[in-house]
């Protein structure tokens, strides 16, 4: 049988997700042998990269038998599947059941999940085809995934650099053709960051819009679910399935979800396009810097109208979000006791000794920072000083963005001041880590949608990402813009 039609894009996955539902539908090829040739690239490329930490063989062969079992019989209906036979990766933060769920630490090793994820159970009911979890920065805490509790992941476009953190795994299955999509979680530009760093598409919907049932919690006033993928169009194609109500998850937004593929459609002449000069200033690379005006100027020549406006707090977003999701953090992971589930430490002669030395083995060195730089700012005495004022601070950055949605459609930035750095280069200074994330960590505080872009290479050859950030559950605005930089 004859295979769908390959991408352009050199380094990911041979096939695009209409290619493979259409070729499918149209008998050319099979959801298994698509399938098959996914775990054959994972056996060949992710021993270097380190991108998955399990794989779902079994229960892939067998969604992909059923996908096959009614195209066999002309019953494949592309408009209730229209992931038909897609292969997909699905981050370590995310329950599937029966397989394990550790969220990338050793606190949860040998954790095997007893439900599903809600945006796992409708990818599966579109026909995409589970292939594993991919790896991540423990609990989905850093900016690199050098933090995974089993190995670090490694960038397939230069496997001396980082992938970006913490959807690492998930970003460089994509890159490396290993998977077709994969879901990742973003708190604080955990999508987006490396997908700018793996040149690939990360798209990051309106707080509310993708059911977080099932998602193991880091900070859930900031935590999204979204999906990594080869092009603009994929990742439309996916968020359309995950996204909507969800009567398990109490933040799940009830608003309608457009047709994400018809509006990217649409042209974006007269789409009014706002560059904040604060995301152009001191510590933007050169290169990134020329490569992010590059696709503004792009933009601009399709009829969009470009014009300066100003998001002033942006200074305070980095420490702003470094309390506010700490704090929740320290809330979030004080489940893992070692009582109910996970790692228990042996030979614990107490309660109290148990607790501590489970944690204390359990958890990494960034997890146990951001714990303990949560508890503080929420205990007796530092609560007003630290987190009451962070809340105030979130408000002023939300304010900002709503007065500067009231003169422009969307916002175009940077997503990361400056390339994949090394493996290594940043791990003995958290703060260089943290200031990573700089471009990305608003759009979590205030809760609007956002896209990573790729818009080019440096010099040495490596992606660079743009930024389009949109108001309150306007995706379309966003991938339309996106396919217009693609």
């Given at each position: 049988?004859?295979?769908?039609?390959?991408?352009?894009?050199?380094?990911?996955?041979?096939?695009?997700?209409?290619?493979?539902?259409?070729?499918?539908?149209?008998?050319?090829?099979?959801?298994?042998?698509?399938?098959?040739?996914?775990?054959?690239?994972?056996?060949?490329?992710?021993?270097?990269?380190?991108?998955?930490?399990?794989?779902?063989?079994?229960?892939?062969?067998?969604?992909?038998?059923?996908?096959?079992?009614?195209?066999?019989?002309?019953?494949?209906?592309?408009?209730?599947?229209?992931?038909?036979?897609?292969?997909?990766?699905?981050?370590?933060?995310?329950?599937?059941?029966?397989?394990?769920?550790?969220?990338?630490?050793?606190?949860?090793?040998?954790?095997?999940?007893?439900?599903?994820?809600?945006?796992?159970?409708?990818?599966?009911?579109?026909?995409?085809?589970?292939?594993?979890?991919?790896?991540?920065?423990?609990?989905?805490?850093?900016?690199?995934?050098?933090?995974?509790?089993?190995?670090?992941?490694?960038?397939?476009?230069?496997?001396?650099?980082?992938?970006?953190?913490?959807?690492?795994?998930s970003a460089a299955a994509v890159a490396a053709g290993m998977a077709v999509a994969t879901l990742g979680s973003d708190t604080g530009g955990s999508i987006r960051q490396p997908a700018s760093f793996c040149g690939v598409v990360g798209m990051m919907a309106t707080y509310g819009r993708v059911s977080r049932y099932g998602l193991i919690a880091f900070a859930s006033s900031?935590?999204?679910?979204?999906?990594?993928?080869?092009?603009?169009?994929?990742?439309?194609?996916?968020?359309?399935?995950?996204?909507?109500?969800?009567?398990?998850?109490?933040?799940?937004?009830?608003?309608?979800?457009?047709?994400?593929?018809?509006?990217?459609?649409?042209?974006?002449?007269?789409?009014?396009?706002?560059?904040?000069?604060?995301?152009?200033?001191?510590?933007?690379?050169?290169?990134?810097?020329?490569?992010?005006?590059?696709?503004?100027?792009?933009?601009?020549?399709?009829?969009?109208?470009?014009?300066?406006?100003?998001?002033?707090?942006?200074?305070?977003?980095?420490?702003?979000?470094?309390?506010?999701?700490?704090?929740?953090?320290?809330?979030?992971?004080?489940?893992?006791?070692?009582?109910?589930?996970?790692?228990?430490?042996?030979?614990?002669?107490?309660?109290?000794?148990?607790y501590r030395r489970s944690r204390d083995e359990g958890f990494g060195p960034e997890v146990k920072r951001r714990i303990m730089l949560g508890t503080y700012a929420l205990s007796a005495g530092y609560y007003d000083a630290y987190y009451l004022k962070a809340q105030k601070v979130r408000t002023l950055l939300a304010r900002d963005f709503e007065l500067a949605f009231a003169?422009?459609?969307?916002?175009?930035?940077?997503?990361?001041?400056?390339?994949?750095?090394?493996?290594?280069?940043?791990?003995?200074?958290?703060?260089?880590?943290?200031?990573?994330?700089?471009?990305?960590?608003?759009?979590?505080?205030?809760?609007?949608?956002?896209?990573?872009?790729?818009?080019?290479?440096?010099?040495?050859?490596?992606?660079?990402?743009?930024?389009?950030?949109?108001?309150?559950?306007?995706?379309?605005?966003?991938?339309?813009?996106?396919?217009?930089?693609?």
């Amino acid at each position: 049988m004859s295979q769908p039609n390959p991408t352009s894009q050199p380094g990911t996955s041979l096939f695009s997700i209409d290619g493979i539902r259409t070729a499918i539908a149209a008998r050319e090829t099979t959801a298994t042998a698509i399938a098959e040739q996914h775990f054959s690239q994972i056996a060949k490329s992710d021993g270097e990269v380190g991108a998955f930490l399990a794989l779902s063989r079994e229960r892939a062969l067998a969604q992909a038998a059923r996908v096959d079992a009614l195209a066999a019989h002309g019953d494949l209906d592309l408009t209730t599947m229209p992931l038909a036979g897609v292969p997909v990766g699905v981050k370590d933060v995310l329950m599937t059941k029966g397989l394990p769920t550790t969220a990338g630490s050793r606190i949860l090793e040998g954790f095997a999940a007893p439900y599903d994820a809600t945006v796992v159970t409708r990818l599966e009911a579109a026909g995409a085809v589970i292939l594993g979890k991919c790896n991540c920065d423990e609990f989905a805490m850093g900016s690199s995934n050098e933090n995974s509790g089993y190995k670090p992941v490694r960038n397939p476009r230069d496997l001396t650099r980082v992938p970006g953190g913490s959807s690492g795994g998930s970003a460089a299955a994509v890159a490396a053709g290993m998977a077709v999509a994969t879901l990742g979680s973003d708190t604080g530009g955990s999508i987006r960051q490396p997908a700018s760093f793996c040149g690939v598409v990360g798209m990051m919907a309106t707080y509310g819009r993708v059911s977080r049932y099932g998602l193991i919690a880091f900070a859930s006033s900031l935590d999204h679910v979204g999906p990594l993928t080869n092009s603009v169009k994929d990742a439309a194609q996916v968020l359309q399935v995950i996204a909507g109500r969800d009567a398990m998850d109490a933040t799940s937004a009830d608003v309608p979800v457009p047709d994400y593929v018809a509006d990217m459609q649409k042209p974006v002449r007269g789409l009014r396009v706002g560059i904040p000069k604060e995301y152009f200033g001191e510590g933007l690379e050169p290169e990134t810097r020329a490569l992010v005006e590059a696709a503004i100027e792009k933009l601009r020549a399709l009829g969009c109208q470009v014009q300066p406006v100003s998001l002033p707090h942006t200074e305070y977003a980095v420490p702003t979000y470094y309390i506010v999701a700490t704090a929740e953090a320290s809330s979030n992971l004080a489940r893992f006791d070692a009582v109910r589930y996970g790692h228990r430490a042996k030979g614990a002669k107490s309660l109290s000794e148990m607790y501590r030395r489970s944690r204390d083995e359990g958890f990494g060195p960034e997890v146990k920072r951001r714990i303990m730089l949560g508890t503080y700012a929420l205990s007796a005495g530092y609560y007003d000083a630290y987190y009451l004022k962070a809340q105030k601070v979130r408000t002023l950055l939300a304010r900002d963005f709503e007065l500067a949605f009231a003169e422009v459609d969307a916002i175009v930035t940077p997503t990361c001041p400056a390339p994949a750095f090394k493996l290594g280069e940043k791990t003995d200074d958290p703060l260089a880590m943290y200031l990573a994330d700089i471009y990305t960590v608003t759009a979590d505080l205030v809760g609007i949608p956002g896209i990573s872009v790729p818009c080019g290479e440096t010099s040495e050859g490596l992606p660079v990402g743009v930024q389009i950030l949109g108001k309150h559950f306007d995706e379309g605005t966003v991938l339309r813009l996106g396919a217009a930089v693609e």
